[in-house]
């Protein structure tokens, strides 16, 4: 009997040390790996900031313990989610300035302003958010009232896409801005001769260069406050589009600070000054933190009929947009690029706009290949160019509520026919087999929850319209996860660190209330984030 329970003992040791201890355990879930066969598991052990193994809870539980083993009663989870296009930095340090987002007429912006500006923290008068399109008249405001308004203190509103604003005189005098100002790529508008105080595209950073930037301390404080609200939205990472080396800078200060948790792969401004100095440094990490490319705008806005078409717009004869540099600039770089490790990522909203940096990154890459340059956007595409993406492997980077949000009045900018080939994204998806998903926040909202609905029922979130909005091109609920996961990751080469659940990668997870790969459609705005992941460490 002795000699029985001694080998019991044994055994029983021998069971004890086998397993592994392991910072935390996942338990009773169901988790989507988003894993290449789309697999599911019931458990996960996580240690030092890591997916050990994930699979049945009887495996789990047999090879791992725990201090801390949470049961999660069958609650789903996914992979961290990650917005592939959006401006964190950029929307951060928007936060000092009056909010005009879902206003509804001139006459309320005035109010608005006029209150913030009795408590504004700066001299500048500065909005952001405008949209003429929710207006009742559906026309460029201009800058007479901001001048009775406002004569000695400069004023600068932002419309919601960046690529327009209007100003009034004083700012307009500070920047020596007159009727016979000209620049390439960009607008000053004129009626009868007059300034009228809007300024589109390149036109604006005439203005921008003599708004002082805030201080560093408070820049750090907002981006802190930020990843909060992203994290509360499940958001483990971002692609910060066109930063600058002082925002970069900014950036690694907060992540040493410990204020700044979350992964931000970064992409440099279009600033000459920096191409040789990144072509050389190639890729770089730091951390959470890493510069994978450069973002370059093409074009500007179909909202603000800065979009380059190939034909008119279809309500402004004689008015096809612009780029906003020559076509050389694109090839130049293009060119520089090619040497380095660096992506090239080019935002094009208009035909025309797509059709040249699809010809310019044909001829400089040639033939397929594993560069993963993008097109930001892609949201107009002449049905004879769309081969382009797959015949040299570009990545179209698309925003699905941009669908949503422009579908009341695009048809207007479009007409019927080009309409058809506008935010084409079933159709883009199956150039290369994937496609990287984000927000473009804070021109559109930062909810990924948004996006996913917007992808899927291609409707906004009243539900409208009831049949879907060009439903031919809506994606399907595991190609919309996997672009706001897996693809998202692969298009900034992040694919073998996070993006998936899977043995040896960041656990980035969120736990949600309800499955989104089954709820019934007209729920999936219901979703609530419970809780939020990086690393292995709760942050939401």
Not at 148 to 156: A, D, I, K, S, T
Not at 399 to 423: I, V
């Amino acid at each position: 009997m002795k000699k029985f329970i001694s080998i019991l003992t044994m055994c029983f040791s021998i069971v004890m040390v086998a397993q592994k201890n392991v910072d935390l355990i996942i338990d009773n879930a169901k988790i989507y790996t988003v894993n290449q066969n789309f697999d599911t598991a019931e458990s996960m052990a996580v240690s030092n900031g890591k997916v050990i193994a994930i699979g049945k809870s009887a495996d789990i539980l047999k090879n791992y313990k725990s201090a801390k083993v949470q049961d999660l009663k069958g609650k789903t989870i996914f992979p961290g989610l990650i917005d592939a296009h959006c401006h964190f930095t950029g929307y951060a340090t928007d936060k000092w300035k009056c909010q005009l987002w879902g206003t509804k007429s001139w006459d309320e912006i005035l109010d608005k302003i006029t209150d913030y500006a009795k408590t504004a923290p700066k001299e500048w008068i500065f909005g952001r958010g405008w949209d003429q399109n929710d207006w009742t008249i559906k026309e460029f405001p201009t800058k007479e009232r901001l001048d009775q308004l406002f004569p000695n203190r400069p004023v600068y509103l932002k419309r919601i896409d960046g690529h327009a604003a209007v100003v009034n005189q004083k700012a307009l005098d500070i920047a020596g801005i007159t009727k016979d100002s000209k620049i390439l790529g960009g607008e000053i508008e004129l009626k009868n001769g007059k300034l009228t105080g809007i300024l589109v595209d390149n036109a604006m950073s005439l203005v921008e260069k003599h708004i002082p930037e805030i201080e560093d301390k408070l820049t750090i404080q907002y981006y802190s406050e930020l990843q909060k609200e992203c994290f509360s939205y499940g958001l483990t990472s971002v692609h910060d589009c066109g930063i600058t080396e002082r925002t970069l800078g900014l950036l690694e200060k907060a992540q040493s600070q410990n204020k700044l948790e979350m992964k931000v792969f970064a992409l440099m401004e279009d600033n000459p000054d920096y191409y040789d100095r990144w072509v050389k440094k190639g890729r770089y990490t730091n951390k959470n933190i890493t510069v994978g490319g450069f973002k370059v705008y093409s074009d500007g806005a179909l909202g603000s009929r800065g979009a380059n078409l190939i034909h008119d717009y279809s309500d402004k004869k004689d008015w096809r947009g612009f780029l906003l540099s020559e076509r050389t600039h694109f090839e130049n770089l293009a060119k520089k690029l090619k040497n380095s490790d660096l992506q090239m990522c080019t935002h094009a909203i208009g035909d025309s706009a797509n059709r040249t940096i699809l010809q310019i990154y044909g001829d400089v890459l040639g033939v397929k290949n594993n560069r993963r340059w993008r097109i930001e956007h892609a949201q107009i595409v002449d049905k004879n160019d769309f081969d382009l993406f797959g015949k040299y492997s570009i990545i179209p980077s698309v925003q699905p509520t941009h669908a949503t949000s422009d579908m009341y009045w695009a048809e207007d900018r479009l007409g019927k026919d080009r309409l058809k080939y506008a935010y084409a994204y079933e159709d883009l998806l199956k150039q290369n087999g994937w496609l990287p998903l984000g927000t473009d926040f804070p021109v559109e909202e930062i909810s990924p929850l948004k996006t996913f609905y917007s992808a899927v029922a291609r409707k906004d979130s009243k539900h409208y319209p009831e049949n879907g909005f060009q439903k031919e091109n809506a994606l399907t609920r595991e190609q919309a996860i996997r672009g706001m996961t897996i693809w998202a990751a692969k298009s900034a080469f992040q694919e073998n660190e996070i993006g998936s659940l899977e043995a040896g990668k960041s656990a980035d997870f969120i736990v949600v209330d309800q499955d989104l790969m089954t709820v019934p459609e007209v729920k999936i705005l219901d979703t609530k984030v419970l809780e939020t992941y990086s690393n292995g460490k709760k942050v939401f």
